[in-house]
């Protein structure tokens, strides 16, 4: 894959991320978490993991 990395995730979009395990909340906390250089899109990132956190 030319040195990429490539994400995978498995399960289910909702409205209420409470009631699944929401995929898009998953991928924002598993970004969230990793060492990225700081920025202001990492920022923003981080901002909406701390919104919507997955399993809340």
Do not use: Q
Request: charged share 20%.
């Amino acid at each position: 894959m030319d040195g990429k990395t490539l994400l995978e995730a498995h399960g289910m979009g909702a409205h209420a991320p409470d009631e699944v395990n929401n995929t898009v909340t998953g991928l924002i906390d598993l970004l969230a978490g990793l060492p990225f250089v700081k920025s202001e899109g990492f920022e923003r990132l981080c901002a909406v993991n701390e919104l919507f956190p997955h399993g809340d």
